[in-house]
């Protein structure tokens, strides 16, 4: 079903194809180059990543269950769940995203015919936005995506993961409590016409409101913030 619609989705392919990919591909990295508030976002970001493979790592072992890491960027979270034996679909309306991904993958997985013992897996990566996304998978995680869409587009992005989603769906998202000290600094995170896609920040009980309208509830909660960068994190379970 198309739940984005038209212009939203193209603006946020094309961004995220061009001057949002090296954008992003440099806060999501290692290098030196970055100024201090890209820095500090690829601080907040991390954590966000470690609290989710915390979250998921406290219902078990990840070894062999099955993850859809829809909009999954340069691979920030399908790498450190691969090596934890996750078998994951890693998927992302940019091209450019999935190519790093896979780059990334390919050499920080180095899965070599000398350890055919090892249960890493490497990600199957996919151009695909997540509203095409079909299937079915025991977990699905969709971080800091939906900062890039209204909250109605969001209410249907949440319900088809939902619906993707054997026992948990985790989403991360610019909480709206935030929403004053965001907007000040909303000029330094998408500085400049081009750079620029909307930011669009999301009220916790909106998400949560979505995830019962498809008969989902919200079992954890997570919070990480930094200077410039906020993200709640909630993991729901079929109600
Ligand atoms: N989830 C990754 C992470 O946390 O490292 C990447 C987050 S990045 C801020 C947002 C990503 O969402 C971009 O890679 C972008 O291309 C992707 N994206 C945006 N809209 C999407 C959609 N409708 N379907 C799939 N991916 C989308």
Not at 66 to 86: F, H, M, N, Q, R
């Amino acid at each position: 079903a198309e739940v984005v619609g038209g212009s939203d989705k193209e603006v946020v392919r094309e961004y995220f194809n061009g001057t949002g990919f090296q954008r992003w591909k440099k806060i999501y990295g290692e290098t030196d180059d970055v100024n201090k508030v890209q820095l500090d976002i690829r601080i907040g970001h991390a954590k966000t990543v470690e609290s989710v493979v915390m979250m998921l790592k406290e219902d078990g072992s990840l070894n062999g269950v099955t993850v859809c890491d829809a909009g999954c960027g340069t691979g920030s979270l399908s790498i450190p769940l691969a090596k934890e034996g996750a078998v994951v679909c890693a998927s992302d309306i940019s091209a450019a995203m999935v190519q790093e991904a896979q780059a990334k993958a390919k050499e920080e997985l180095q899965i070599s015919d000398t350890s055919p013992s090892s249960s890493i897996v490497m990600p199957k990566f996919e151009v695909k936005d997540l509203e095409s996304l079909d299937g079915k998978y025991d977990t699905v995680v969709c971080l800091d995506v939906l900062i890039h869409y209204p909250q109605d587009k969001a209410d249907a992005m949440i319900g088809h993961l939902a619906s993707l989603a054997e026992n948990r769906l985790i989403l991360s998202f610019a909480p709206k409590t935030f929403y004053y000290s965001l907007l000040k600094r909303i000029g330094e995170l998408f500085p400049g016409p081009s750079k620029a896609t909307r930011a669009y920040l999301h009220a916790e009980d909106d998400v949560e409101r979505a995830l019962q309208k498809v008969g989902w509830k919200i079992r954890k909660r997570g919070l990480t913030t930094t200077q410039f960068y906020f993200a709640k994190i909630v993991e729901a379970v079929p109600a």
